[in-house]
């Protein structure tokens, strides 16, 4: 069962500990559908009043999304 800040762009769940993040963090999310890990990061981050740099990168041959806290 996933949580409200539980993610699952690829129907897989991935679990954040975003009460740990801190500005500057990051955190890389290995998934598939980049585009929906983008948009339900936006939709977490959005309710904490956050601001976040997202990109899509490969990380040890597996293609994912890096996500930096910036405010």
């Known amino acids: 069962?996933?949580?409200?800040?539980?993610?699952?762009?690829?129907?897989v769940k991935i679990v954040i500990n975003w009460d740990?993040?801190?500005v500057t963090a990051s955190v890389f999310i290995p998934c598939v559908n980049t585009e929906?890990?983008?948009r339900q990061v936006k939709r977490?981050?959005?309710?904490?009043?956050?601001?976040v740099d997202m990109k899509v990168v490969i990380e040890d041959n597996i293609l994912g999304?890096?996500?930096?806290?910036?405010t």
């Open 20 to 22: 740990k993040m801190v």
């Open 65 to 70: 999304l890096r996500v930096w806290r910036i």
């Open 36 to 38: 929906e890990a983008k």
């Open 1 to 11: 069962m996933l949580k409200i800040d539980d993610l699952d762009p690829d129907g």
């Open 44 to 51: 977490i981050t959005a309710e904490k009043d956050w601001q």
